[in-house]
């Protein structure tokens, strides 16, 4: 069953993703469809928490699921913006490769030991990255490349340090459900502080997939937390984030982009370099 439950985590991470490939360029709001998305998640959360049982709160789990929260919306916003200035078959491979970011992290700072399997794996993708972000003036996809790039690092840096503190939570044995509900209000507070400053009209449409995102995401996180609890990590990592794949493949698929072929060799090769960096 484990495995069922990372492969389903795989799916719905890879499908809120594409969604907002979908969204972006649509005239919706970035901010409304988080904040609906925050929102209907955290309400879930709560009412699980609720019904199971919250482990103490304290102000350092507070904090810190809020500062996850906001680096996750962040991270989405920015994400959703490159899709507007690159194909989403390069992009979402790239941005994947935040994972790096923690793995150096975690031997920095917990002095947790890089496996070879995983340096090997650092450098694959480090190699695919330039491989896949570079356009010649002519021909192959279309790519406003300055901001495209600015906002793949920019949603690279959140997610990247949100690794980091989702793993600085777990060496603190801070309670996963505690941790969620910490992080979806966080995200959803951000977010409607956003909202009111930028004054952005309402959209029907906003409010229902903002819904159908939330609900995907929590079946997506309690089947990751499952698989872990039950399964084997070193197995599920790699399964999970195989995600991206479904952003490359969707993007093929629906919207016809068409990659050269050592822009192909990069996906697949990324892919290999982030499956690598999680056994």
Known sequence: MWIVAAVVTMLCFGVNNMIFKATSGTGLSKVHLQFMFNLTAFLIMLGFG???????FNALTIVLGAIIGILNANG???????????????????????TVIPILSAALIFHEHITLIQWIGIVVMLASAAVIQYTPATGGVKI????????????????????????TSSQL????????????????SYLIINSLIKKEKWQPTELKLGTIIGCISVIGYSSYFFALNTGVASIVFPIVSLSCLVVVLGSCWLYKERLKVYQVFGVLTALLGIVLTKI
């Open 50 to 56: 609720l019904v199971k049982g919250f482990a103490a």
């Open 173 to 188: 044995n801070i309670d996963s459900i505690n941790t969620l509900v910490c992080m979806y209000a966080g995200g959803a």
């Open 76 to 98: 989405n916003i920015q994400m959703s913006k490159a899709f507007e200035k690159g194909p989403g078959s390069i992009t979402s491979p790239i941005i994947s490769m935040n």
């Open 144 to 167: 406003d490349y300055k901001p495209w790039m600015a906002h793949i690092l920019l949603s690279i840096g959140s997610f990247g340090t949100l690794g980091v503190l989702m793993k």
